[in-house]
Each structure stands twice: as structure tokens, then as C-alpha cells.
């Protein structure tokens, strides 16, 4: 069965980085675009990053445009979330999430993990 | 700018029917999505393509659409329905994607 498991959250100061990933199984991860989604503590869900099934094309919302760096190495059927010059704001559960083959929406979640950022 | 707007809250008895709307000037030509999150859970989807339901989503679970503006519908609401909803929905090349902000379904 399809399987998301998220890593790499914790506690980092203000102005630091963090680095997530996401491992997938129970399907042909190559052939699949990958998202990250957040969610702030007790807020709605916010869309972070998509990266298409080969790597090639990247799309960021604004607000962590030119901060976050998403990557993947099919190779190892892991997603990745480089996430720099962290603020308070970036305090939230992240979600990675597959993108269904054909439609646009998720259909596949992680349980997320958690980034605080505080100092 | 890509935005979808709901209401905070729908508050309904069991029983009754619950409709969760979702305004937006891009859903006129995009697909919506609906997912319902419980708390300490990642999301599950329970409308697709505006009108469809995935296979184990109950019947009581429907979409309509009409214009700007979507609409989950839960017909004899259960107080297992009570949850967060989100709209989604993607601009036509998928480099865009947005989620409403969600609307907090209370079962009375």
C-alpha cells in the first residue's frame, strides 16, 4: 500500500534552516509529482511546493519563494523540503502528498511532520 | 491572485443537511476538490472533480457546482461528519495550487 513517511522536523531558530524528507512506498515513485502542504497550529491548510515526476519543474507559493528549495531522488523514492532563512511564520506541521496521476488534487498524505521555529 | 474563500463554520443537528460553499473566480473553468482533516489526521478526499466521490466515501457526501461558487453538500449529517473541510482546487497548468480556508463542520 501507498506509504508516506515524513522526517527531519524540529525545533530551529529563527534565521536557521532545517532540511525534511519524505519516504515513499507501495508505488512507482518516479512516475508521480510530489507536493509539501502545511498546516500552522490550529490553522487551514497551505500549499508549499510541487515538484513534477522528474525533478525538472518546480512551483513555490510566494511565500516561500526564494526560501525553500524542494527536491527528490528517485533513486531512493525520497522527496525533500531545504528549508532556509526559517521565520516564525514557518511554524507548522509539514505535509508531503502525492499528486494523483491524471486529476489535480492529493491522494496521498503523509501524517507530517512538525517545525517550530522559535528561539 | 488565486483564491478560494469558505465560511469558518457550519453548525447543523443530526440528521439535517449540511452545505459548505467555496467562492471562487477561477472555479468557473477549474475542477474543485473537497477533503475532510480530523484533528491530529492528514486530510482525506471526499469530492472530486466537483461532483464525484471516491470509492468508501459514504453517499450522504455530495458535490454541486454552479458558476463561481461549489458546494459540498452532507445529507443527514452523523456526528462522525463533524470535522474540517477544505476546497482545493489548481490553476490549469498545476503550477498553482490553493486550498480555501477551511470551514469547521459542528454536529449540535
Known sequence: ?119 | SFELTQPPSVSVSPGQTARITCSGDALSNQYTYWYQQKPGRAPVLVIYQDIERPSGIPERFSGSTSGTTVTLTITGVQAEDEADYYCQSADSRATLWVFGGGTKLTVL
Not at chain 1, 511565500?63 to 525533500?80: A, E, H, M, P, Q
Request: glycine share 10%.
Open chain 1, 1 to 119: 500500500q501507498v506509504q508516506l513517511v515524513e522526517s527531519g522536523g524540529g525545533v530551529v531558530q529563527p534565521g536557521g534552516s532545517l532540511r525534511l524528507a519524505c519516504v515513499a512506498s507501495g508505488f512507482t515513485f518516479s512516475t508521480y509529482g510530489m507536493h509539501w502542504v502545511r498546516q500552522a497550529p490550529g490553522k487551514g491548510l497551505e500549499w508549499v511546493t510541487f515538484v513534477r515526476f522528474d525533478g525538472n519543474d518546480k512551483y513555490y507559493a510566494d511565500s516561500v519563494k526564494g526560501r525553500f528549495i524542494v527536491s527528490r531522488d528517485n533513486s531512493k523514492n525520497t522527496l525533500y523540503l531545504q528549508m532556509n532563512s526559517l521565520r516564525a511564520e514557518d511554524t507548522a506541521i509539514y505535509y508531503c502528498a502525492r499528486r494523483d496521476a491524471y486529476l489535480y488534487y492529493f491522494d496521498f498524505w503523509g501524517q507530517g511532520t512538525l517545525v517550530t521555529v522559535s528561539s
